[in-house]
């Protein structure tokens, strides 16, 4: 009779490949599985799976956990999720190849673009590597979770040319340099690199990335080729669509020159823009027919934000005044936002700029007794009532609260289901575009997974259980090169989610104090994911993380 570690019975099993599920059992022994379907042997540890899908374990292939897997091995809370392979370095920030000198400037464009706060960053990432191998063997001891690592174009032209990588295109032999770096990156573990069309650093000026040219970017997508695999991620100028589709046209030259794998992300549905999702999947259909592989990235959440003066937010960016307060530390700010003289300007800069998004702010939560009366209420129907503007009534509730008072911008983009369910089914669209473990102070994307099951499979019945589990497992692991992962059967990685498909869900947002630094950050708790298994080990038994760390560099 055969031995295993761990034997799962009579699980709904759902094997990733889009096949129908079937009943049965999967055994595991160290970090593969050993058998599926049916498992006469003995094993150490048996799970009775009754009522529950068995899938393999999720593939998240847009995070930025980059910063926090130096203190939480686990990317929390992405792992409760069912996510066991998390992939960091996206949108041409990583934290390597990096100079000592040159720690500062990747902390604060980090900050700018991904939300990840300088004392957060002063306490918890210590910066104890140079090259990216070195990154990954700082990272790999203890980790909980897989990590497929991308190289950031921003980082790594900032370390070839400091500050001129974002003065002017690169001379040929730093671009032969950016090669050999990216040649030794993909040796050392990394899956690829990622770039960015539109990003502005903390002073606002395009990201190195924005200034390569084509022959640097033909040629580092050639260097990362010679290792056999290599994905391109980029974040496409959203700002203008016509350059957008610009991009997609130019990423499909990449792709068939070098034959790497290329993603956008994200590609969303905006009510202020509707035809713009289908002229850009037009035009991933158009270069795909072509044959180069380039496709887009899209998330079941509707892009929710939370604003809190007290911390970050990019929909602030457009409002010179406000930004400019947004810089100052938090007592300096409560102050300025408190001081009456300037309110008129403030006021008047907001109404020109972010009125629209203002009219879909609800008063979440409040900490001032004084405003336990506005919770849960819409801004514009409180500005009408009090007969002021939105902006004046929004500042007023925030001074009295210290400016912690959470403003609630729901549902603007990407929230009709209709419209999301064909995005998310599209040929040419892959699942992604989290953003798990940026933008911390504003939103938690961590959960999309859950939430795809929750709404898309469960409550609007738009994508099959075995196709929402596809979409999730083997297509990303194929496509961004994840070997040996994403699929039930033997010999493969024993990454493995075990749920319950009536009551999964990605659980309510939790604003928490638990980064380094004193960071703030908001988080979700899983619901219905009862086991989460990474290279053979229990990792998250009925919703508790365990000891276990199986994680691996993929
Ligand atoms: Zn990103």
């Known amino acids: 009779m055969s031995q295993a570690e761990l034997a799962i019975r009579n ?18 022994s160290g970090d593969k599985i050993v058998a599926v379907g049916k498992f006469d042997g003995a094993a150490a540890r048996e799970i009775d799976a009754h009522g529950h899908v068995l899938s393999p374990g999720f593939i998240d292939v847009h995070t930025h956990y980059d910063p926090q897997l130096c203190w939480d091995r686990l990317a929390t809370p992405s792992l409760e999720h069912g996510v066991t392979t998390v992939v960091v370095g996206n949108c041409s920030l990583s934290l390597a190849p990096v100079h000592q000198s040159g720690t500062r400037k990747l902390v604060r464009m980090f900050g700018k673009i991904e939300d990840i706060k300088e004392p957060t960053f002063d306490e918890g990432v210590p910066f104890k590597w140079e090259s990216f191998g070195q990154y990954l063997d700082f990272i790999r001891p203890g980790l909980g979770i897989n990590v497929g690592a991308l190289v950031g174009h921003s980082a ?12 002017r295109v690169a001379t040929d032999a730093e671009i032969a340099t950016m090669c050999e770096l990216m040649e030794g990156a993909m040796a050392a573990g990394a899956i690829g690199l990622s770039t960015s069309y539109v990003d502005i650093d903390e002073n606002l000026r395009p990201v190195p990335s924005r200034l390569a040219d084509m022959r640097e970017k033909m040629a580092l997508c050639k260097a990362m080729a010679k290792s056999g695999r290599g994905t391109l991620q980029t974040v496409p100028y959203f700002i203008d669509p016509e350059q957008q589709l610009k991009n997609i046209e130019e990423l499909a030259e990449l792709s068939l020159g070098s034959g790497v794998f290329c993603t956008i992300a994200p590609i969303v549905y905006s009510p202020a823009a509707p035809d713009n999702y289908k002229r850009n999947l037009a035009k991933l259909d158009e270069q795909r027919a072509r044959g180069a592989k380039v496709f887009g990235q899209s998330m079941p959440r509707a892009f929710n934000i939370n604003i809190r003066l007290s911390e970050t937010s990019f929909l602030l960016y457009g409002v010179p005044s406000w930004n400019a307060l947004m810089q100052l530390d938090v007592p300096k700010r409560i102050a300025a936002f408190g001081e009456r003289t300037s309110r008129e300007k403030l006021v008047k800069d907001a109404e020109r700029a972010i009125l629209p998004l203002l009219y879909g702010a609800i008063v979440g939560e409040v900490y001032n007794p004084s405003n336990q009366k506005y919770l849960g209420r819409r801004l514009a129907e409180i500005a009408k009532e009090q007969g002021k503007s939105m902006p004046d009534v929004m500042l007023d509730i925030a001074v009295a609260d210290d400016l912690r008072t959470e403003f609630r911008i729901n549902e603007i983009v990407h929230g009709d289901p209709e419209i999301v369910a064909q995005i998310l089914d599209h040929p040419s669209i892959h699942i992604g575009a989290s953003d798990a473990g940026a933008h911390v102070s504003q939103f938690c994307g961590a959960g ?3 939430d795809l099951f929750d709404r898309f499979v469960r409550q609007f019945h738009k994508l099959t259980l075995e196709r929402a589990v596809h979409r999730l497992t ?16 033997v010999g493969a990685a024993a990454d493995l989610t075990l749920f319950d498909p009536e009551t999964i869900a990605r659980g309510k947002e939790e604003f928490v104090s638990d980064f380094p630094g004193g960071g703030n950050r908001y988080i979700r708790h899983a619901q219905g994911i009862e086991k989460v298994i990474v290279n053979g080990k229990v990792v998250v038994d009925s919703g508790k993380y365990t000891e276990a760390r199986a994680g691996q560099i993929v």
């Open 156 to 167: 790594l032209r900032y370390y070839v040319m400091g500050a001129e990588s974002q003065e």
């Open 11 to 28: 699980a709904h099993i759902v094997d990733g490949t889009g096949a129908a599920a079937v009943k049965g059992d999967v055994a595991v």
């Open 474 to 489: 083997a297509e990303p692991a194929d496509a961004w090169g994840i070997k040996n992962r994403g699929r039930i059967a």
């Open 448 to 450: 999309d997974t859950s």
